[in-house]
């Protein structure tokens, strides 16, 4: 059904004016002019072709066609109220939807949620596996978590300096263990694995060397599980995105500044 344009400055201007009997105390309330209210009342009565206001001896008063619709009126703000409530109820949810990389999650997210989460006992965390072609919506996402060359058409930051390091330990061979998006091929991979996570781990089981992002490589070199060879190389980085108006929310604003400190 096609639903009839509703000039709701108007009919707001109209609510105030009824209440107040008097332009000059609705333009206060409305931070406007008087003369602003008598062109908005005006343009009303254009619209609806009827007459809502005329000036007595006493003053302002509501015509009987202005005063029949105003308990609707009244009742719809109300309602509109309750709707935007509804819908900010989300920015005081605790609950945050997270799409990552599932080596990325278990190498460096859930440490850093575990220690998040550690500050406000009830914040929940719902993690998915990241998608290409992820629908904030339809998966009603908070932030997403991708190895990208930048934001794409999304909000975003970075998260660390990116590029790719080639890890290993001194006893392996320096065959190149193959994992999806690996940069650098040499020949018949000894192993090949689902992800880069899994890369490393064979790393450091001794099956060969690991060309990985830097971001994913960091706690298990911290450990001491690998060691880097040679040089790091260029390559994309990870970037935490959203929509705008997820960007904006303040439970994901947070989010992000604890996941970059």
Known sequence: MKRTHLPLNGLRVLDAAARHLSFTRAADELAVTPA?????IRALEDTLGVVLFRRTAKGLELTPEG???LDALRAGFLQFE?????????????????AAPRDLTAKWLSARLADY?????????????????????QAN??????????????????????GFVMVGIESAPEALIGWPGCPQTEGAPPLTVADAGLAIDA??????????PALLAAADLAAG????????A??????????????????VKALVAALLA
């Open 36 to 40: 602003a209210v008598g062109q908005q």
């Open 234 to 251: 260029a390559g994309p980085a990870y970037w935490l995105v959203a929509p705008l108006p997820q960007w904006r929310q303040k439970k």
């Open 225 to 232: 599980r690998v060691r880097v060879f040679g040089e790091n």
């Open 117 to 137: 989460g550690r500050a406000d006992r009830d914040l929940r965390f719902m993690l998915v596996a990241a998608d290409d072609e992820l629908d904030f919506t």
């Open 67 to 69: 005063a029949a619709g």
């Open 203 to 212: 790393a450091a089981a001794g099956f060969g060397r690991a060309c990985v």
């Open 141 to 162: 996402l908070d932030l997403a978590i991708r190895l990208a060359d930048g934001p794409g058409e999304h909000e975003g930051a970075q998260v660390g300096a990116g």
């Open 82 to 98: 309750e709707a935007v409530r509804a819908m900010q109820a989300g920015q005081s949810s605790k609950t945050l939807t997270i």
